[in-house]
């Protein structure tokens, strides 16, 4: 009887704790790390925007209107999709156009966008801002290359601050700097000749300022405005034979045309200020010039913050580039004969 007692003690001690590790078991398998559910897993889960699955993590469409192909756009352009890509990894699609210099083509790319539905829009150059702005009130609009928003937009007394559905970036380096190039580098100018497109106001704000500047050291300056690229060549002729010095302020036309201004100038002896880079490096003898992939990235650092919400682009000011560099065209100073100025580095090629 003792025996089989303690075999049936046995038997009872062995059934409870093979009960008490199929109960174990089954609370494993039920907590949510070990579920096996969609979405649960610690391996199966991505990390994404606040450790969301990833049919969750926010996805935007972004349009993107560059006025013309130029090296300066270029480089903006791409130092806001950098941005945004590293702000925003995975989370964007860029639906990219280019106006190949046509306000009308701005115009339509616009219109596209809107009906679209897009995100938000970047604006490059003054031309697709207009057309942006014209097209929708609504929709956030980011800008760069533009060198002064009051003047773009018509805004009488511009703050700093467009309000509304506006903001962004300007690549305007300070005029009057640029403008005492001019007598550091040829300090026996008496006649400087202002060549600029018309069809651009920021171009013609340009001109007046640096004009403001230099008359006041008592040098004589004609404005020389062209209305496209056909009268273009015209007009440079006229200028260089009537100017000691040329300045060209930051113009998508003449960027766009450096070729027919430096055909003329270079073997007429005419040298040549620039607003900025891309112009100097393709005409000019020296410029002050701005990193125009730089304004992009703060572009696009500002649009990262207004998809996610942390900002408002009626509350966002204009951004100006962190810092000028004085830049030198080397082929060019060597063909005039030009002693290069202390400070200044040679522009290299893109």
Same mark, same amino acid.
């Given at each position: 009887?003792?025996?089989?007692?303690?075999?049936?003690?046995?038997?009872?001690?062995?059934?409870?704790?093979?009960?008490?590790?199929?109960?174990?078991?089954?609370?494993?398998?039920?907590?949510?790390?070990?579920?096996?559910?969609?979405?649960?897993?610690?391996?199966?889960?991505?990390?994404?925007?606040?450790?969301?699955?990833?049919?969750?993590?926010?996805?935007?469409?972004?349009?993107?209107?560059?006025?013309?192909?130029?090296?300066?756009?270029?480089?903006?352009?791409?130092?806001?999709?950098?941005?945004? +890509?590293? !702000?925003?990894?995975?989370?964007?699609?860029?639906?990219?156009? +280019?106006?190949?210099?046509?306000?009308?083509?701005? $115009?339509?790319?616009?219109?596209?966008?809107?009906?679209?539905?897009?995100? !938000?829009?970047?604006?490059?150059?003054?031309?697709?801002?207009?057309?942006?702005?014209?097209?929708?009130?609504?929709?956030?609009?980011?800008?760069?290359? #533009?060198?002064?928003?009051?003047?773009?937009?018509?805004?009488? +007394?511009?703050? =700093?601050?467009? =309000?509304?559905?506006?903001?962004?970036?300007?690549?305007?380096?300070?005029?009057?700097?640029?403008?005492?190039?001019?007598?550091?580098?040829?300090?026996? $100018?008496?006649?400087?000749?202002?060549?600029?497109?018309?069809?651009?106001?920021?171009?013609?704000?340009?001109?007046?300022?640096?004009?403001?500047?230099?008359?006041?050291?008592?040098?004589?300056?004609?404005?020389?405005?062209?209305?496209?690229?056909?009268?273009?060549?015209?007009?440079?002729?006229?200028?260089?034979?009537?100017?000691?010095?040329?300045?060209?302020?930051?113009?998508?036309?003449?960027?766009? +045309?450096?070729? #027919?201004?430096?055909?003329?100038?270079?073997?007429?002896?005419?040298?040549?200020?620039?607003?900025?880079?891309? #112009?100097?490096?393709?005409?000019?003898?020296?410029? !002050?010039? #701005?990193?125009?992939?730089?304004?992009?990235?703060?572009? =696009?650092?500002?649009?990262?913050?207004?998809?996610?919400?942390?900002?408002?682009?009626?509350?966002?000011?204009?951004?100006?580039?962190?810092?000028?560099?004085?830049?030198?065209?080397?082929?060019?100073?060597?063909?005039?004969?030009?002693?290069?100025?202390?400070?200044?580095?040679?522009?290299?090629? =893109?």
């Amino acid at each position: 009887m003792k025996k089989k007692a303690l075999a049936l003690l046995l038997v009872l001690t062995m059934a409870l704790s093979l009960a008490a590790c199929g109960n174990d078991d089954q609370q494993k398998d039920s907590s949510p790390s070990n579920s096996g559910q969609p979405g649960t897993s610690q391996d199966d889960l991505q990390q994404g925007p606040g450790n969301l699955p990833p049919d969750q993590i926010p996805q935007y469409t972004v349009g993107i209107s560059q006025y013309m192909v130029h090296p300066a756009l270029d480089d903006a352009t791409e130092g806001f999709k950098d941005a945004l +890509n590293a !702000l925003l990894p995975g989370q964007v699609t860029f639906d990219e156009k +280019n106006a190949a210099g046509d306000s009308n083509t701005c $115009t339509t790319i616009a219109n596209g966008f809107v009906a679209a539905n897009v995100d !938000l829009i970047l604006a490059n150059a003054t031309p697709a801002l207009t057309s942006a702005a014209t097209a929708t009130n609504e929709i956030p609009i980011l800008a760069t290359s #533009i060198t002064e928003y009051g003047v773009a937009l018509g805004i009488e +007394n511009f703050s =700093g601050t467009v =309000g509304g559905n506006v903001s962004g970036t300007s690549d305007l380096a300070p005029l009057d700097q640029q403008a005492a190039m001019i007598s550091e580098w040829f300090p026996e $100018t008496k006649t400087v000749g202002l060549l600029y497109c018309s069809a651009e106001p920021n171009s013609q704000y340009q001109v007046d300022e640096v004009q403001k500047f230099l008359e006041a050291k008592g040098i004589t300056c004609t404005q020389y405005p062209f209305s496209d690229t056909n009268d273009l060549p015209a007009v440079t002729q006229t200028a260089a034979a009537n100017s000691d010095v040329i300045y060209v302020p930051t113009d998508n036309t003449c960027a766009e +045309n450096t070729g #027919i201004i430096d055909n003329i100038c270079r073997p007429a002896g005419v040298p040549i200020i620039a607003g900025e880079e891309g #112009i100097c490096g393709g005409c000019g003898v020296a410029t !002050l010039s #701005i990193s125009y992939y730089d304004i992009g990235y703060k572009t =696009g650092e500002m649009a990262a913050q207004i998809l996610t919400g942390e900002a408002n682009i009626a509350e966002m000011p204009i951004q100006y580039a962190p810092q000028f560099t004085k830049k030198y065209n080397e082929a060019i100073c060597t063909d005039l004969g030009l002693t290069v100025l202390e400070g200044y580095e040679a522009i290299t090629a =893109g």
